[in-house]
C-alpha cells in the first residue's frame, strides 16, 4: 500500500501529460518544433471546420485586429462555401525568412483545384508559434473588406429549330404576374380574391407568397407567370390569356413584366412533335444528381424536349470569385467552364406544320409530310392540340380539366398510333402481289356489281364497292375506282401466307425506325398468318385486322419513287438518306404501282381527282375505313385518308403527304380529305 502511494503522484502526472499531448496533437496546437510545423499545424485545422482551434494559433496582435466571432464566420463562409477539401501545402525552401514561412497550397473546390504560392507571418510568443494573421493568409490576394462568392455560370438548354432555321423551342419570354404589397389597398381582400379568380390561384397560395420573409412594402413579389400576350392568334385560349392580363393589370398593385423563359413559338401546332419541359421531379433528380443536374434544373417531359434531353441539357459551370469593396471582380480563384445544350435542327417546315395543323384544327385528323426520295420529314401534326406553353408557365387546374374532359382528346398523339387503313391500303396490297409473283395485274378479275361473295361457305357476309365502273376488272382500274371487290379477290389469290410474307417484307410488325417512338403496324390482332378467308379477302381493301401507322404508309408509298426501296423516314437535318427496307416491292411491281396511281389524280372517274393541279402530276390514293362491329352496323365511325405526291419531283424537291381524319360519316369520306388537302398541295407541292 505504502508503495502504491509512492508512485501514485508521478504516475499520474505522466498520464495527465500523455493525455494532453494527445489531445494537442489531434487540434494541431502541439508545441511546434519550428515556423513550418505550426503552419501546417494550422491548415489541418481548416479540414475539421475547427476555427476556434484555428484562432487561438493566433498572435496577439492579430487577436486585437479581429475578434474571434468574426475570424470564425469569415473562415467558415469562405472555406465552406467554396467546398475546400484535400488541402495541402508545400515548403518553398529557396524563400526562406525570418519570421516568415513561404509555401504553395493546392485545394480542391466546387469549382475545380486551387493553386496559389503565399507567405505566413510565424514567430515565437510566449515559448509558442504563433500566426501572425490577415485576410491574405486565405488567399494572397483578398484583403480586408473584400468578399469570395461563387459564383453559378448557367449552362443554357439547346434550342430546337426547324430546316429553315426557326424556332421550335428556345429562349423567348413569358408574362411574369408580380405584386408590389405597398401599392395594394388598405383592404385588399377584394383584390387578391379577384387576383385569385384571374390566375385561377387561391387567396391562401398569395397570402403565403406576400408573407415571406424577405418581402418588403416596395419590393416586387412574384406570383405567376402566363404566356405572352399573342396579338396576332385568334385561339380561344389566346383570347382568354389576353382577357385576363388586361384585368390584371387593373388590380393595384399588380405589375406584369417580362421574364426569361423556355417558349415554343408554334403552341399547339407542334406540341405533339415537340412536348416541353417542367421542373425536375425526386425521382428523375436522383437517377441524375451526377450529370449536372439539381433541384432547380427543368428536364424534358414529352416529345423531342424528352427525347433529346441528354443532348439538349446544358452543364452549368462555376467559378470562385473575389470582389473588392465596391462589388467588382478582383480575381477568379478557380473555374469550371459551362457547356451549353446541342442546338438540334430538324427537317421540320415550319410553315407546312403550321399550315396542316390550321387546316385540320377542328378535326380530330393526323398528318405526316415527307420528302419520299430522301426521307425528310416535313410535318408530323395531331389534331386538336394543346399548348406546350402552358406547361412551362404552369397549367392552371381550369385549363388541366378542360384538355383531360374534351372529348376530342387534344393530349392524344394520334400520328403515333396505327389505324384502319382501309382503301388507302390497295396500292400495297397490289405492289405486295405482284411482287409475290401471285397476281397478274393484266388479268380481268371480272365483274361482280357492287356486292359479292366468293360462295355460299361465307353465309351472309358480302364484300361490298361504292361505284360500277366501264372497262375490265383489273389492278389499273381497281386502283382509279377504288373496287373493293377487285381486292378481296386478289387477296384470296395472293393467299394467306404469301400476303403475310410480303407485308413482313414492307415493315409489318417490325419497331419503325425513327426518333419518335412509333407504335408498329400489323396485318392481325395476334401477329399470326391470315387465316380465314373472310379475314384475307377484308385485308385486300385495308379492313379486317390490319392497322397501319401513318408513317409507315408514308414510307410504304415512298416504295412508288424509289423502284421498289421504302426510305427511312428521318428528322434531323444534313443526315444521309438511307434505305429502311430495301427491294420492300420488286422494281416492277413499283413503277406499275406509280402510273397506275398517277391515273387515280388525272382520270375523271379517280377516286383523289379532286387533287388534280395543273403543272404538277401527282400521284395518290383515297381511303375510307369502315369501323363497324358487324356489316349491318350503321352507326360506325369512318376514318378518311388521303395519301398523295408528285410523281415526277426532283429529289430535293419532292413531298408525300399521308393524312387521316376521323368521323368523316356524313361529310364526304375521304372525300373531305382530299378537299382539305388541295389547298396544302397548291402552296406547298414543289412544280414541275
Not at 493568409?137 to 468578399?147: A, G, M, S, T
Not at 404508309?553 to 430495301?582: C, D, T
Request: aromatic share 8%; proline share 3%.
Amino acid at each position: 500500500m505504502d508503495t502504491w502511494k509512492k508512485y501514485k503522484l508521478p504516475i499520474l502526472v505522466v498520464v495527465l501529460l500523455l493525455l494532453a499531448g494527445a489531445l494537442l496533437a489531434v487540434y494541431g496546437l502541439a508545441f511546434a518544433k519550428g515556423p513550418e510545423q505550426a503552419l501546417e499545424a494550422y491548415m489541418a485545422l481548416i479540414e475539421k471546420k475547427d476555427y476556434q482551434a484555428m484562432y487561438d494559433m493566433l498572435d496577439k496582435e492579430s487577436k486585437e485586429r479581429v475578434a474571434k466571432k468574426d475570424f470564425v464566420t469569415r473562415n467558415k463562409n469562405i472555406y465552406e462555401g467554396i467546398e475546400a477539401k484535400n488541402i495541402k501545402i508545400a515548403m518553398i525552401e529557396d524563400q526562406k525568412k525570418e519570421d516568415a514561412v513561404a509555401y504553395r497550397t493546392t485545394m480542391d473546390s466546387s469549382a475545380g483545384e486551387i493553386r496559389f504560392p503565399n507567405e505566413a507571418g510565424v514567430h515565437k510568443e510566449d515559448g509558442d508559434y504563433k500566426i501572425s494573421w490577415t485576410d491574405s493568409l486565405i488567399f494572397p490576394q483578398l484583403k480586408e473588406n473584400e468578399k469570395v462568392r461563387v459564383v453559378t455560370l448557367e449552362g443554357k438548354r439547346g434550342n430546337i429549330f426547324d430546316r429553315s432555321g426557326v424556332l421550335l423551342a428556345g429562349e423567348g419570354k413569358v408574362a411574369a404576374v408580380g405584386l408590389i404589397p405597398g401599392k395594394l389597398r388598405q383592404d385588399p381582400a377584394a383584390d387578391l380574391k379577384k387576383v385569385a379568380k384571374l390566375l385561377d390561384m387561391s387567396v391562401s397560395d398569395i397570402e403565403k407568397k406576400l408573407s415571406a420573409k424577405w418581402v418588403k412594402p416596395d419590393l416586387l413579389v412574384p406570383i405567376k407567370k402566363l404566356k405572352k400576350i399573342n396579338e396576332a392568334s385568334s385561339s380561344t385560349v389566346d383570347l382568354e390569356n389576353t382577357e385576363v392580363q388586361e384585368e390584371l393589370l387593373k388590380i393595384p398593385g399588380v405589375i406584369i413584366g417580362d421574364e426569361d423563359s423556355r417558349v415554343y413559338p408554334l403552341g399547339e401546332k407542334a406540341a405533339h412533335l415537340i412536348g416541353y419541359v417542367q421542373g425536375i421531379s425526386e425521382e428523375e433528380l436522383e437517377s441524375r444528381k451526377d450529370k449536372g443536374y439539381d433541384t432547380y434544373s427543368v428536364i424534358g417531359k414529352s416529345g423531342l424536349e424528352r427525347l433529346y434531353e441528354k443532348r439538349l441539357h446544358g452543364m452549368d459551370g462555376e467559378k470562385i470569385v473575389i470582389y473588392n469593396k465596391d462589388g467588382m471582380e478582383k480575381a477568379v480563384l478557380a473555374e469550371t467552364p459551362k457547356k451549353d445544350g446541342e442546338n438540334i435542327r430538324l427537317t421540320i417546315d415550319a410553315k407546312l406544320q403550321s399550315a396542316l395543323y390550321d387546316t385540320y384544327k377542328e378535326d380530330r385528323s393526323c398528318s405526316v409530310a415527307m420528302n419520299p426520295m430522301t426521307g425528310e420529314v416535313l410535318a408530323l401534326v395531331s389534331t386538336p392540340s394543346y399548348d406546350s406553353n402552358d406547361f412551362v408557365v404552369g397549367m392552371s387546374e381550369k385549363r388541366w380539366k378542360q384538355l383531360n374532359e374534351d372529348k376530342n382528346t387534344p393530349m392524344y398523339n394520334r400520328f403515333r398510333q396505327i389505324w384502319c387503313p382501309g382503301s388507302s391500303m390497295k396500292p400495297i396490297i397490289g405492289a405486295a402481289g405482284i411482287t409475290s409473283g401471285k397476281l397478274d395485274p393484266a388479268k380481268d378479275m371480272g365483274k361482280s356489281g357492287l356486292s359479292w361473295q366468293k360462295d355460299g361457305s361465307w353465309g351472309g357476309y358480302k364484300v361490298t364497292t361504292l361505284k360500277a365502273y366501264d372497262g375490265s376488272a383489273d389492278l389499273e382500274n381497281a386502283l382509279i375506282y377504288s373496287d373493293n371487290i377487285y381486292f378481296a379477290k386478289a387477296a384470296l389469290q395472293i393467299g394467306g401466307e404469301a400476303l403475310t410474307n410480303q407485308l413482313k417484307q414492307a415493315g409489318f410488325g417490325q419497331d419503325i425506325p425513327f426518333a419518335v417512338e412509333m407504335n408498329s403496324s400489323q396485318y392481325t390482332n395476334e401477329g399470326k398468318p391470315i387465316s380465314t378467308e373472310i379475314q384475307l379477302a377484308d385485308s385486300g381493301y385495308g379492313q379486317g385486322q390490319i392497322l397501319v401507322n401513318p408513317l409507315h404508309l408514308a414510307a410504304m408509298y415512298s416504295a412508288f419513287r424509289n423502284g421498289g426501296s421504302m426510305v427511312k423516314p428521318h428528322l434531323e437535318l444534313k443526315k444521309q438518306k438511307e434505305w429502311w427496307i430495301e427491294g420492300a416491292f420488286d422494281s416492277k411491281a413499283a413503277a406499275l404501282i406509280n402510273e397506275d396511281l398517277k391515273k387515280v389524280i388525272s382520270h375523271p372517274g379517280g377516286s383523289g381527282h379532286g387533287a388534280r393541279m395543273e403543272g404538277t402530276a401527282l400521284a395518290g390514293k383515297t381511303g375510307t375505313a369502315e369501323l363497324k362491329a358487324s356489316q349491318e352496323d350503321t352507326a360506325g365511325s369512318e376514318l378518311g385518308w388521303f395519301c398523295v405526291y408528285n410523281s415526277d419531283g426532283r429529289e430535293d424537291d419532292s413531298l408525300l403527304l399521308v393524312t387521316m381524319v376521323e368521323e368523316v360519316n356524313g361529310r364526304g369520306g375521304s372525300g373531305y380529305v382530299v378537299d382539305k388537302d388541295k389547298a396544302i398541295l397548291k402552296e406547298f407541292m414543289p412544280k414541275d
